[in-house]
């Protein structure tokens, strides 16, 4: 059970962070944020259906057929746990060391979507205090960046595998024909 949780959980987590990694380096400045929002989640669900191969392998290979919701949920929230972890660490290492300019751009690219779409000097200001505030502390503090990065992908993670684990619990006892 621990080699399939572990390699599921790598294997997400090297999907879930391919997107981040591949935008901030090249496409950061052609595309806007709520497309890179966009492609950031669907990357993480697409990186979270290795929960659903997890539990099935596990169910199918080693429990005959059978698993409960629980432990299909634990199975879950392990991949989820080790994807996320990889997720964390991947971008604390890229922030400190390839993009350590990420809030201010970001902020910059908000501003610029902000004043395209004709909202007011006023709203601007204030939503430009309020991102500023944040990107100081997300930049000062390590230990907030880190709840910050895992309170991005580990929702995602929750919901995938309660949805698995409801999917492919199966209590039933196979049938087994003596012939």
């Known amino acids: 059970m621990k080699k399939i949780i572990w390699t599921c959980g790598v294997i997400a987590g090297i999907i879930s962070v391919s997107w981040g990694v591949l935008s901030e380096g090249l496409l950061s400045d052609s595309l806007s944020l709520n497309t890179r ?3 950031g989640y669907a990357t993480m669900i ?3 259906s290795l929960i ?3 539990i099935k392998n596990y169910r199918d290979t080693y429990n005959n057929g059978q698993i409960t919701f629980g432990k299909a949920l634990g199975i879950g929230l392990l991949i989820t746990l080790i994807a996320s972890t990889v997720y964390v660490v991947v971008w604390m290492i890229d922030f400190s060391y390839f993009v350590p300019d990420f809030g201010e ?3 910059a690219q908000a501003i610029a979507e902000m004043k395209a779409n004709g909202v007011s000097a006023a709203e601007i200001q204030k939503q430009s205090a309020e991102m500023a505030s944040m990107m100081a502390k997300y930049k000062a503090s390590p230990t907030f960046r ?3 990065t895992y309170m ?3 929702p995602v993670g929750i919901v995938l595998s309660l949805i698995a ?5 199966n209590k039933s006892k196979p049938i087994i ?3």
Do not use: W
Request: net charge positive; no cysteine.
């Open 165 to 169: 684990a409801l999917i492919l619990k």
């Open 52 to 54: 659903f191969v997890g």
């Open 152 to 154: 991005e992908i580990l």
């Open 37 to 39: 929002l966009f492609f």
């Open 46 to 48: 697409l990186a979270f």
């Open 105 to 107: 751009k970001y902020q």
């Open 177 to 179: 024909v003596n012939v």
């Open 146 to 148: 880190v709840m910050f």
